[in-house]
Each structure stands twice: as C-alpha cells, then as structure tokens.
C-alpha cells in the first residue's frame, strides 16, 4: 500500500485543530485507558488499520491484557469488560454506526446509567474525533506500523 498524501504535513491547520479536540478529551476527566478502549473499537468498525495499531500498542503500553484487546471485537459475549466500558464501547458503536439508523434510545438510556451528561458529551466528542481520524488515515492510506507510544502511555 502506498500513501496518498500525508496529511499531517500538508495539513497542518487541519491536523492541529484535531489534536485540539485530543486535549480536551484527555483533560475531561474520562479514563485514558476507557478512551483508548473507544478508539480502538471504532477504528476495528472503520476497518483503520494506522489507528489499530495505534491503539493497541497504547492500550499494552499502559498495561491492557492481550486477553481484552482479543475479545474486543465481541466484548458483549465477553466477560472481560466492566458495565462503564460495556456502555462506553455499545455508545461507541452506535455513533460510529450513524448510518444504521442513528442511535437508538435504548442504547441512550443504557449509557446514561454509568455516565453523567458531561462524560457522556465527552465520550461523544471522543468518538466523533476517532471517526475524524479514522476517515483522514483510510482516505490518505497511511501506512501502519512505525507508531511507538507516548513514555506517557507507559505502566
């Protein structure tokens, strides 16, 4: 696979304003690792392998079992996940998954059980901005494989 264009460089503006969004979702007060676990699920649904690799090498920096990152893809028959990350990543796929018919109700009413209206703007903002850098990473055909993650990601 060959890259399209990178979009970091040429797009400067654009790549910032995102990493703007980062940093208040990282500052909100929502899990790191909760917010690695959302990132890594929407980038599985949107096929992003970049972000894939991303996440995942973040998630077992900071300690993740390899057990939990496998059973991801099927995390409502797998008993690996607490009630927050459950509604977390069942919010996660209905945002990404718009086109499904919007987020139903029932999916609302069962987050807003283990999230208050804040963490729950919060976890939305997160998840629309995954999906941002979902789609610029698929569109642009970024190559995975070169990240390393952050000291800061480290147990």
Not at 43 to 51: D, F, K, M, R, V
Not at 98 to 113: A, I, L, T, Y
């Amino acid at each position: 696979m060959e890259p399209r264009i990178d979009f970091m460089k040429v797009g400067q503006g654009a790549f910032n304003a995102l990493l703007g969004v980062e940093k208040y979702v990282h500052s909100s007060g929502l899990e790191t690792t909760l917010l690695d676990l959302i990132k890594l699920r929407a980038s599985q649904i949107n096929g992003c392998a970049y972000c894939i690799d991303m996440h995942w090498k973040d998630l077992r920096a900071a300690g993740e079992t390899e057990q939990r990152l496998y059973g991801l893809d099927a995390w409502e028959e797998s008993p690996y996940y607490s009630d927050r990350e459950r509604a977390a990543l069942a919010w996660t796929e209905a945002v990404t998954n718009v086109q499904d018919g919007h987020v139903p109700d029932s999916v609302f009413e069962f987050v807003r059980k283990s999230f208050t209206d804040k963490e729950l703007v919060d976890l939305t903002v997160a998840i629309t901005a995954i999906n941002s850098w979902n789609r610029l990473n698929i569109a642009a055909r970024t190559v995975p494989g070169s990240y390393q993650p952050a000291k800061s990601h480290k147990a």
